[in-house]
């Protein structure tokens, strides 16, 4: 809710789109409070037995874990699956910036169960994009409800993320339908009995399609073949051949689905033909930053798994001599750093993630065409962000989880080591934390030569200044004044921050045509740091409206002493997080001589 209302503007947005006109923050309040409700009582408690019990594969057929079905018909019954969609198609259009923060909860709470709601989001998006009307009508409603899910079939064995490799083939048919054949890999909840229909997205080629990734066509294979009615009828020609075991979230069906075994998959041209990349990579960029979501979720629940654990563990004299007695390893020193390391990257992540959710909402609805324009580019250029830093920090977060258990960590009946088996694949599905880095720099970094980058960074000066003339003002309440030095510092880190990204943003662009290989070496660090700068950033705009509601005497709900935290995780993610900014930058500018020196053969 802070995120929402200091940092995204919630009520900014409410005003100027009218078809948000609903989402007051006191509505945003209700919605997540029901969905922390749901989560709680329906989806978390089968978190762990789904992990201990993953869906299952008989002849073609998957069974989810125990539970899930239920539990799903109840999120469909909720309504949860169209939060953001439109009116039209059954949805209830609130804002991204709402649904984002209660996917994070359903991500906290199960993740194998939220990445099938996820998917049918993904299939939505893509086909609300390149969708007939007539094709919108037939399909959209019953994925908009919940009442069928839908997949993105991208990865074949020979083609993982070079989708130039995908032979996946479409057959034109008299009645205007297509035949398919073809092989996918690592489809997530490509087969499962919670539904009863699957409405599959699939890459596929036409017979007089181009080589490579121009030659990419995109069709709707329906599970079941739909009748006049609208209902499913007839099997299609997909099966699901076999599911993976896999190191985390085991409970999500990840399947390899066979097309076209016994005369051809019967499937749906989306669009034109040949812009099916173009198409599905409306569906990657929407999974992307819900995979983001996805980090903050478990990076949230690690934390409070460690944070309640801490608390109940006592081993251990305070070092400060202050008991001869064992206490809560929560008293001691490095164990608060954990934690309060925990608290600030999951704080900082999720202020990221909720500002790039509120840039989405002005870039499709807001009625100024130059807003839209300003906020579609802040939104493409922070997704790699969203989807490669999130989803790092993650890993990181989960990780520290189980060191703050201790061996008790490293033992499953604990749990804590399921957040991290789970954590690890977020960094690679949906493109790995490289391919971002790559985005990151040629897409969106050199492709204008650096000038979002460089308005960003004029962004992120503003914010220095405001934070240094905190210094000078008059001092209302107590827990200001006590402010006013973390904000001087975490000013000057932030600048040290800034300036190091800046550096780094000039290496890029000087050097990218003369020295690739020494641009791309560094590009994981390049966006690390942009992701630790502008994490960092999001938490001093949070010190900042921290610092404003103290001083006005509390003026929203949260109360003083949240607004006192706030405060501290932003210093101490500027002296924690934001001070390895400049070991990033060196990396960046200076890391490529070792790799350069390194043929294949000397490793």
Known sequence: MFDMQHLAQLDTLVQDIPVFSDATLDTARSILEEAARFHQEVTAPLNHSGDAAPASWKDGDVRASAGFRDAYRLYCQGGWQGLHQPVEYGGQALPHTISAACQEMGNSANLSFALCPMLTDGAIEALLTAASAEMKQQWLPRLVSGEWTGTMNLTEPQAGSDLSLIRTRAEPAADGSYRLFGTKTFITWGE?????????????????????????????????????????GARNDVRCTGIEHKLGIRASATCTMQFGEHGGAVGYLVGDPHRGLEYMFVMMNHARFAVGVEGVGLAERARQKAVAYAHQRVQGRPVDGSSDKAVPIIRHPDVKRMLLLMRALTEGCRALVIDTAAAHDRARHHADAAVRMENAACYEWMVPLVKGYVTEVALEVALLGVQVHGGAGFIEETGAAQYYRDA???????????????????????????????????????????????????????????????????????????????????????HHKTSPNAVYAGSVPFLMLAGNLFAGWQLARSLLASQQQLAQGLGDALGADFHRRKIATARFYADHVLSRAPALTHSIVHGHVAVDFFAPDDF
Do not use: C, W
């Open 192 to 232: 499962h009995d919670m539904a009863p229909n699957i409405v599959h997205l699939v890459l596929a080629r036409l017979p007089d399609a181009p080589a490579g990734i121009k030659g990419l066509s995109l069709f709707v294979v329906p599970k079941y073949l739909v009748n006049d009615d609208g209902n499913p």
């Open 424 to 510: 690890k694949i977020l960094s690679i599905y949906e493109g790995t934390t490289a391919m971002q880095a790559n985005d990151l720099v040629s897409r969106k970094t050199v492709r204008d030569q650096g000038r979002f980058a460089g308005q960003q960074a004029m962004r992120i000066a503003a914010t220095e200044r405001a934070l240094l003339a905190s210094e000078t003002a008059e001092a209302v309440a107590v827990a200001v004044a006590r402010a006013v030095a973390e904000a001087v510092a975490v000013a000057q880190v932030l600048a040290g921050a800034r300036l190091g990204f800046v550096q780094a943003v000039d290496f890029i662009v000087a």
